[in-house]
């Protein structure tokens, strides 16, 4: 069977689907990988990094022309599915619930499809969990961002001229990116406030050492163990009791994320 691995083209986008690791494995299961040329460089990469896997590595074209499943990250673009035939399979994000419109493209295409957002979070299925990979990466991340963005240091500091206060962190939702964030915010010496509309990741909030914005209410919680839209006199509530330690906090962080939804 042969795998074909695409570069991502999506302005800002430094993440390869493979890495040469992965491809190694691959090719010595018997799989044939053909990855296209750079695919990997920004994840710095090398061509030959992949061609010393068994892995070939060639034109954008000639991945689409030799390949049976064609491997991304980001959502098959216009310009993607004019290369796609009835005979590929295509695995990536396709965001199926927020993209319907591109799911019946690919189907006009004939093609076979595999949503890796829509992958459950269930034990059997925890190694093929990307959103949770990604999104414990995405929380780390981006507190590092926000330290190197903010004029103020994060931890309690006291020096010969004085004392330095910690630094004010605030994160809207506790999911696995919001989680990670707090972890990260604390070992960084900030204080840290977060708020959710799932009443249960209170406990998951204190365990870390941060504070919990509490609105009474009902649980927000779905059956899929995501976020679900609040009701607005809820939304009205929630701001009221967050927007104080909104106006004091020196680095904002939102995670929270409703499936088929944008985030706010």
């Known amino acids: 069977?042969?795998?074909?691995?695409?570069?991502e083209t999506q302005k800002g986008e430094k993440r390869v689907s493979i890495s040469p690791t992965i491809a190694k494995q691959l090719t010595d299961k018997g799989f044939e990988l053909i990855v296209e040329e750079d695919a990997g460089t920004y994840s710095s990469f090398k061509n030959s990094d992949y061609r010393e896997t068994g892995a070939r590595v060639e034109k954008r074209g000639v991945v689409f022309k030799d390949s049976q499943i064609l491997i991304k990250i980001n959502p098959f673009n216009e310009e993607d599915l004019k290369l796609v035939n009835k005979d590929h399979v295509l695995i990536s994000h396709l965001y199926h619930k927020s993209k319907p419109e591109l799911i019946e493209k690919?189907?006009?295409?004939?093609?076979?499809?595999?949503s890796m957002d829509a992958m459950p979070r269930i034990s059997r299925a925890q190694d093929m969990d990307v959103l949770s990979s990604q999104s414990n990466l995405a929380g780390y991340k981006s507190v590092i961002l926000g330290a190197y963005e903010m004029k103020k240091i994060f931890p309690l500091m006291m020096t010969a001229a004085g004392t330095i206060k910690p630094a004010r962190v605030l994160i809207f939702g506790v999911g696995v990116a919001g989680l990670q964030a707090i972890a990260t915010a604390k070992r960084l010496g900030a204080m840290?406030?977060?708020t959710d509309i799932r009443l249960e990741t209170k406990e998951q909030v204190e365990s870390l050492g941060a504070?919990?914005?509490?609105?009474?209410?009902?649980?927000?919680e779905s059956e899929s163990g995501y976020a679900k839209e609040a009701s607005e006199d809820y939304l009205r509530r929630q701001k009221e009791a967050v927007n104080?330690?909104?106006?004091?906090a020196d680095l904002v962080i939102t995670t929270a994320g409703i499936p088929g939804k944008k985030s706010p």
């Not at 069977?1 to 570069?7: H, N, Q, S």
């Not at 690919?106 to 595999?114: L, Q």
């Open 1 to 7: 069977m042969r795998l074909g691995i695409l570069k």
């Open 106 to 114: 690919i189907a006009a295409k004939g093609a076979s499809a595999f």
């Open 192 to 194: 840290v406030k977060a």
């Open 211 to 220: 504070k919990f914005i509490m609105v009474e209410g009902p649980n927000g």
């Open 244 to 248: 104080k330690s909104l106006y004091k």
